[in-house]
């Protein structure tokens, strides 16, 4: 199998004065997670939801941040992109994908022009079709990555950072799995107020004149957005004893890039990142 057969196309892209505002627009529409910057019609960088929800928490004083409709898409895309021909092989890309980090790549012609994109999406379908019975066990299992479903915005994204993860499982009191939070839902949370400071939202409040007396004198209070706010839920989960092609192919069809793998609690997350390099190994 080669790349030209599982690679997706049309391509959606997007020229590097465009500003950030249309381009998660883009991805929010077409529900894809990158777009490739193309100049002269000629390839010349990648964005990614990554690279949106870096600089949707720029570390700026208030009255420096910029909206993202003033902000070009040159100023936060990858420059160094790395290209495919569409005569390579699965185990080929899966080589420059794991030796730069990169989770797609364009796919060109032999006149530099853009025909397709592959990225490990593809490679996550490639591999549930394949005639295994690798369990989920026997996968390079990624510790989880956990926080409470009262955590705020703020601490989620110090933690994704922190360490250096992609996904946080959102955690009720008992510790059991309610929710999972990725880049996705960081890029199209609405991440900045009017003020350029993080989003709030409102609660109506109620006081008691007295202990024992009726509430009464209602307000409203801002308190900052939390995990349970905007985490996708309910979360997906599969069990350590279920074939990893079948792990594949739910990822595939709920279009997720994270399971919770479950087995007396929480036994980490397994992603199409641990699929794609186990194809190394295959």
């Known amino acids: 199998m080669k790349i030209k057969d599982i690679m997706s196309a049309p391509v959606f892209v997007v020229s590097p004065d465009e500003n950030v ?3 998660r627009n883009l991805m929010l529409r077409h529900k894809i997670g990158r ?11 990648m964005v990614t939801k990554k ?4 600089r949707l928490n720029q570390a700026e004083p208030q009255w420096r941040r910029r909206p993202i409709d003033d902000i070009p898409v040159r100023k936060v895309m990858t420059e160094s992109l790395i290209t495919i021909f569409p005569d390579a092989t699965p185990r080929q890309l899966v080589v420059l994908m794991t030796e730069n980090n990169i989770g797609g790549l364009p796919v060109v012609n032999n006149n530099d022009e853009v025909i397709g994109i592959v990225t490990k999406w593809d490679l996550i379908k490639y591999f549930s079709k394949l005639d295994t019975d690798m369990k989920v066990k026997d996968m390079n299992i990624d510790p989880a990555l956990t926080v409470h479903r009262h955590h705020t915005i703020s601490h989620i994204i110090h933690e994704l950072q922190a360490n250096s993860a992609d996904r946080a499982i959102v955690l009720e009191d008992n510790d059991m799995p309610v929710g999972i939070i990725t880049n996705s839902n960081l890029t199209f949370t609405e991440m900045r107020d009017k003020t350029g400071g993080l989003p709030q939202k409102e609660i109506k409040m109620t006081r008691k004149d007295s202990p024992a007396g009726r509430k009464q004198n209602r307000y409203i209070s801002e308190v900052p957005l939390v995990a349970e706010d905007i985490m996708s839920s309910p979360i997906i989960n599969v069990n350590y004893e279920d074939l990893a092609t079948y792990a594949a192919g739910l990822m595939v069809k709920e279009r997720i890039n994270g399971l919770s793998v479950l087995g007396n609690g929480v036994k980490g997350i397994l992603t199409g990142e641990n699929i794609i390099k186990t194809i190394l190994t295959m």
């Open 35 to 45: 777009l490739v910057i193309v100049e002269d019609n000629k390839p010349i960088g």
């Open 21 to 23: 505002a249309r381009a």
């Open 51 to 54: 690279d949106i929800v870096k």
